[in-house]
């Protein structure tokens, strides 16, 4: 037991002080854009407050949940540190919240504002910024979000079950994991949104309405088309979504407008579809799917057994 303690008591030590160095790093790049930035364009008034507001978000106000934690991590007070850190957690979900919106106005204000354009380059020209941009720092208390969530999950496992210090580290491992399922929506929900819009630009026209709320995107990949009747196969591109599979070919190649586009030719929903594999247990010859809806049935091929396994798995899923 006493091997047990002192064990825990090492790693316990090491994580402590590793936290406490990678806090200190976070907090001097966190410096960078509240000092250089934020309070500067305060006083000078170059952006409108309502423009300051979106694009830095609550980043002041983790700066200075960042620096009282430093303060309870520099004296050893482990507990009530996290405790009242753990009280402005939040303001991690807030700022993923309001991410998007503030990259969309910042490149706004770049275009627009010559003054903040010049403001900007001067700023991020000084040594302490060691050649990095506002736009590289702007994501760090998400990036710090997800060490949080390693550091005070290894401080939990190395400390005496029994402790008033382990309730308190429980409690904060639970806010952190659920403040990070938070932050992740968020960001699934960006992420399919963004390729929602791009499956939207590539497809010709406005016919085949890709943005529908609650959609979601799973794949896509070109696979041959086995036509009924011994006609050739047709290689064309599919879009796998939550509840529609979109077929597609592309346009000629000499088009003056979409030349780079794709032509839709089929939506399928999937709420009535039945998938089966015809074969495709040999490596060597890939295999082909069926896929059975009311009015239609089609039949798929690929020379890469993976790559048709695969499709299986994702549209089994999908259709499930």
């Given at each position: 037991?006493e091997?047990?303690?002192?064990?825990?008591?090492?790693?316990?030590?090491?994580?402590?002080?590793?936290?406490?160095e990678?806090e200190?790093?976070?907090l001097?790049?966190l410096?960078?854009?509240?000092?250089y930035?934020v309070t500067?364009?305060k006083a000078?008034?170059?952006l409108?407050?309502?423009?300051?507001?979106?694009?830095?978000?609550?980043?002041?106000?983790?700066?200075?949940?960042s620096?009282?934690?430093?303060?309870?991590?520099?004296?050893?007070?482990?507990g009530?540190?996290?405790?009242?850190?753990?009280?402005n957690?939040?303001l991690?979900?807030?700022?993923?919240e309001n991410?998007?919106?503030?990259?969309?106005t910042?490149?706004?204000q770049?275009?627009?504002n010559?003054?903040f354009?010049?403001?900007?380059?001067l700023?991020?020209?000084?040594?302490?910024?060691q050649?990095r941009?506002?736009?590289?720092l702007?994501?760090?208390?998400?990036q710090r979000?997800?060490?949080?969530?390693h550091?005070?999950?290894?401080?939990l496992?190395?400390t005496?079950p029994?402790?008033?210090?382990?309730?308190?580290?429980?409690?904060a491992?639970?806010?952190?994991s659920?403040?990070?399922?938070?932050?992740?929506v968020?960001?699934?929900?960006r992420?399919n949104?963004?390729q929602?819009?791009?499956v939207?630009k590539?497809l010709?026209?406005?016919k085949t309405?890709v943005?529908t709320?609650?959609?979601w995107y799973?794949?896509?990949?070109?696979?041959?088309?086995?036509?009924?009747?011994g006609e050739?196969?047709?290689r064309?591109?599919?879009?796998l979504?939550?509840?529609?599979?979109i077929?597609?070919k592309?346009c000629?190649?000499?088009?003056?407008?979409?030349?780079?586009k794709l032509?839709?030719?089929?939506?399928?929903?999937?709420?009535?579809?039945?998938?089966?594999?015809v074969?495709g247990?040999?490596?060597?010859?890939?295999?082909?799917?069926?896929?059975?809806?009311?009015h239609?049935?089609?039949?798929?091929?690929?020379?890469?057994?993976?790559?048709?396994?695969?499709?299986?798995q994702?549209?089994?899923?999908?259709v499930?």
């Amino acid at each position: 037991v006493e091997d047990q303690r002192a064990r825990w008591e090492r790693k316990r030590s090491r994580t402590a002080k590793e936290l406490l160095e990678t806090e200190h790093k976070y907090l001097e790049q966190l410096d960078l854009v509240v000092t250089y930035f934020v309070t500067i364009l305060k006083a000078k008034g170059t952006l409108k407050p309502a423009v300051l507001e979106t694009v830095f978000g609550p980043l002041e106000s983790i700066y200075s949940a960042s620096h009282v934690l430093s303060f309870h991590l520099e004296r050893g007070n482990l507990g009530p540190g996290l405790e009242s850190f753990c009280q402005n957690l939040d303001l991690y979900g807030h700022y993923a919240e309001n991410l998007e919106q503030a990259n969309k106005t910042l490149k706004e204000q770049l275009r627009k504002n010559k003054s903040f354009r010049r403001f900007k380059k001067l700023q991020e020209s000084r040594p302490q910024f060691q050649g990095r941009e506002l736009e590289d720092l702007l994501p760090l208390p998400l990036q710090r979000l997800h060490q949080y969530k390693h550091f005070f999950r290894d401080l939990l496992e190395n400390t005496s079950p029994g402790s008033a210090e382990h309730l308190k580290l429980a409690k904060a491992v639970k806010f952190v994991s659920e403040i990070s399922q938070w932050v992740q929506v968020i960001t699934e929900k960006r992420e399919n949104s963004l390729q929602l819009f791009r499956v939207q630009k590539l497809l010709k026209g406005q016919k085949t309405q890709v943005l529908t709320p609650g959609r979601w995107y799973i794949r896509e990949g070109w696979l041959l088309v086995v036509p009924s009747k011994g006609e050739e196969l047709k290689r064309r591109m599919f879009f796998l979504f939550s509840d529609i599979l979109i077929a597609a070919k592309p346009c000629h190649p000499l088009h003056p407008l979409n030349s780079h586009k794709l032509a839709c030719q089929a939506v399928y929903p999937l709420h009535q579809c039945t998938v089966d594999k015809v074969f495709g247990h040999t490596r060597s010859q890939g295999g082909l799917l069926s896929l059975s809806f009311p009015h239609k049935a089609l039949l798929l091929m690929s020379s890469d057994q993976q790559d048709i396994n695969d499709w299986y798995q994702s549209l089994t899923a999908a259709v499930r």
